[in-house]
C-alpha cells in the first residue's frame, strides 16, 4: 500500500533523506544515485504539494453495464 499523504506532511528532510536512501521494508527503492540534487528538490517539492490539509473526500464513482444496470 503506497503512503497516504494525506494524514501527514513529511518535513522537507525527512522526504528528501526517503528519496535519496528509499525505505527500508517498502516498494520504495533509493534514488539518490539515479537523480541529481535539483531533480530530487522538485520531486520532494511536488510530493508534498500532494499534501492537503483538513477532512478527507470520499470519491465515489458508479459503474454500469451497457444496459443501464449495476454491476
Known amino acids: 500500500m503506497p503512503t497516504d ?4 506532511l513529511l518535513s522537507e528532510d525527512a522526504a528528501l533523506r526517503a ?5 527500508a521494508g ?3 527503492a533509493p534514488w539518490g544515485d539515479r537523480l541529481s540534487e535539483q531533480a530530487m528538490g ?10 492537503q490539509a483538513g477532512p478527507r473526500m470520499a470519491c465515489v464513482s458508479t459503474l ?3 444496459d443501464g444496470s449495476s454491476p
Open 19 to 23: 528519496l535519496r536512501r528509499g525505505v
Open 26 to 28: 517498502t516498494s520504495m
Open 42 to 51: 522538485a520531486v520532494t517539492a511536488y510530493v508534498r504539494s500532494l499534501f
Open 64 to 66: 454500469t453495464d451497457a
Open 5 to 8: 499523504f494525506t494524514r501527514e
